[in-house]
């Protein structure tokens, strides 16, 4: 295969398997492995001449990814060992899953590449005088550029918040280091080492790094009329310029950070409307918690969670099973497997099939029945401090209330009624696609009891905030959603779908996007009600981590139920309650009502 060219001549990229030769921590970045640094091999027989330019990047992605998308990450440096064999390295910040994967690998792992992508660095004239600049790990496309450059012509510029990296390769004639903490050089942000005065002696300026930064050095450049280039950033989904997901505004238009950049003429790049965080104006800047934890506590109907993570319903049983593994005290609240008044053995056949991210069951409600449950399961659930909801389920509106009236009988806290169960052919889902099925369904079971009555409701209900206000209407006391979607699953081997019922319930983390939409639409219409007319909404589906759970409380749930996640990892519920803690820790957060809703 010979070498593919643009229009222009340009090699274009490729895509191969990289080798890994190394991945540390840089020592000298704080915090401690804050900074890593990968090194791999290229290999491609069928192209000669490839590498990269100073300033290109590549997308990276583990071989074995739980994630899709490859991150785009700078060329730190690159060299030819063959004809057709390259090592890159790349300064990584440890920022979230994708990098944690990155330089978590083992040497001779496989990391898919595909590059070298973007514009390159254009080198200065002869006997121009140059200014190089580089913040935090934005220093490693000019750390690149500058080690292609004659030595001692140009000057650097380093700012850190502490410690310093990736100079090893630089070969200045002046070098000045800035550092937020003072650890290293001059205390302070890059504008306590450089100022109008300082910009005028140079006749270009090339720099990289964080947004407000670049703003700044734009702004010194303009009043001292000096030219510079900025390499810009931006989440990316395919790297090559066909998205468009990367686009960013100037002012000669949308550009595309991948294929028109990443290096930009620093004039034309309007840093007033690149995305930056935006604070919720509902919530108050606060001081870290320091002699005080904060309360985790939720109320729900007169019932109160020690913290807001429940069990889900069908995926932590009743408790017991999993005792041996977490310290199930430690949750606030266990939603039995769904119950019918009499026990039902479930569906035949596959039960269950993984997809990526998710999981699609087909289990059909098998359980041993109300009063079987009450006599052995209910008091196993009864020892534990996690407070026990029922989960209710039936095939008809005689079983639903039939099954209320046993329930009303014993000391449990709280019933969660399920009519939006997608396994069952009678039943469950049946009543909760429309607004008057499902309020004739909570009228008769809150007739039968005056429990707490929390209502579960179905995703795939044509018009969900309409049956959610018709179910508060007739008795509902509280509301949860999402059940599972509907989804099904074909063996290619014999042309039929796997599932008897054909359709079977779809969880896991690929529908969290999904149920958080959902519960914020939901919270946002119960906002739009008098204060007395509200009731509280618990959030779920795809929750997997702490930050999940954050974002559906902010989206304004009550609390959360974690389901899924848990065969994965049977801890997931305990360290999403530890997480929300540290969270509110750190951020000044007393009680979850600071900022319970603060996104709608």
């Not at 001449?49 to 990450?73: H, K, V």
């Not at 919530?283 to 918690?289: A, T």
């Not at 596959?350 to 399961?377: V, Y």
């Not at 149920?515 to 914020?520: D, G, I, P, Q, S």
Request: glycine share 10%; charged share 20%.
């Amino acid at each position: 295969m010979k070498n593919v060219k643009d229009c222009s001549g340009n090699d274009l990229p490729f895509f191969a398997l990289a080798s890994v030769l190394d991945s540390y921590a840089v020592q000298t970045a704080f915090p401690k492995g804050s900074i890593w640094c990968l090194k791999l091999v290229v290999k491609n027989e069928e192209k000669q001449n490839f590498g990269c330019r100073p300033g290109q990047f590549y997308m990276l992605r583990c071989r074995n990814s739980a994630l899709l998308l490859a991150r785009p990450i700078s060329v730190y440096d690159c060299k030819k060992i063959s004809d057709s064999e390259i090592a890159l390295d790349f300064l990584i910040l440890l920022k979230g899953q994708g990098t944690k994967e990155l330089v978590s690998v083992r040497k001779d792992d496989k990391i898919e590449v595909l590059g070298p992508l973007g514009n390159y660095w254009q080198s200065p004239d002869e006997n121009q005088k140059v200014a190089l600049i580089g913040g935090g790990v934005g220093v490693a496309p000019v750390a690149a550029f500058a080690s292609t450059l004659k030595e001692k012509s140009y000057d650097f510029y380093a700012a850190f918040k502490s410690g310093a990296y990736g100079l090893e390769n630089i070969k200045p004639n002046k070098l000045t280091v800035t550092t937020d903490d003072g650890s290293v050089g001059i205390k302070g942000m890059i504008t306590a080492a450089l100022d109008v005065q300082t910009i005028k002696n140079y006749d270009v300026v090339y720099a990289c790094g964080p947004t407000p930064m670049l703003d700044a050095i734009q702004k010194l450049c303009k009043e001292a009329d000096i030219k510079l280039w900025v390499s810009m950033e931006n989440r990316m989904a395919c790297g090559v310029g066909a998205c468009l997901g990367c686009t960013i505004f100037t002012k000669e238009g949308n550009k595309r950070c991948c294929k028109d950049g990443p290096i930009f003429d620093g004039q034309i790049i309007d840093f007033s409307k690149i995305d930056s965080p935006i604070t919720s104006p509902k919530i108050e800047k606060r001081l870290p918690l320091k002699d005080e934890s904060p309360d985790l506590t939720v109320n729900i109907c007169g019932v109160e969670f020690s913290n807001p993570v429940i069990a889900a319903s069908g995926t932590f049983g009743y408790g017991s099973e999993y005792s041996s593994v977490i310290d199930v005290d430690g949750l606030g609240g266990i939603c039995s497997k769904g119950l019918t008044s009499e026990g039902q053995p479930g569906n035949k056949g596959i039960r269950l099939i993984e997809t990526p991210m998710g999981l699609i069951n087909s289990i059909g409600l098998e359980n041993p029945g109300i009063k079987h449950f009450i006599e052995n399961e209910l008091p196993i659930m009864k020892k534990f401090k996690a407070k026990a909801v029922v989960n209710l389920s039936g095939k008809s509106l005689e079983t639903y209330v039939e099954g209320a009236k046993l329930l009303e009988q014993t000391d449990i806290p709280m019933i969660e009624l399920n009519i939006s169960c997608p396994n069952v052919k009678a039943g469950g889902m049946a009543f909760g696609m429309d607004c008057q099925a499902a309020s004739t369904v909570v009228k008769a079971v809150r007739s039968a009891t005056q429990k707490p009555l929390m209502v579960k409701l179905s995703p795939n209900a044509p018009d969900l905030i309409g049956v959610a206000m018709a179910v508060k209407e007739a008795g509902a006391d509280a509301i949860s959603l999402i059940n599972t979607i509907q989804a099904t699953a074909i063996d290619i081997e014999t042309g039929r779908p796997y599932f008897e019922n054909i359709r079977a319930g779809f969880s896991g983390p690929a529908v969290k996007p999904i149920a958080l939409r959902m519960v914020y639409d939901l919270c946002l219409a119960m906002n739009k009600l008098n204060a007395n007319e509200r009731i509280p909404v618990v959030g779920l589906g795809g929750i997997t981590t702490w930050q999940d759970a954050v974002e559906f409380i902010m989206a304004g749930a009550a609390a959360v139920e974690v389901g899924t996640a848990t065969f994965s990892n049977p801890k997931a519920m305990i360290e999403i309650v530890e997480g929300i803690k540290k969270f509110m820790e750190r951020k000044g957060y007393k009680t979850l009502d600071d900022f319970r809703g603060c996104a709608l």
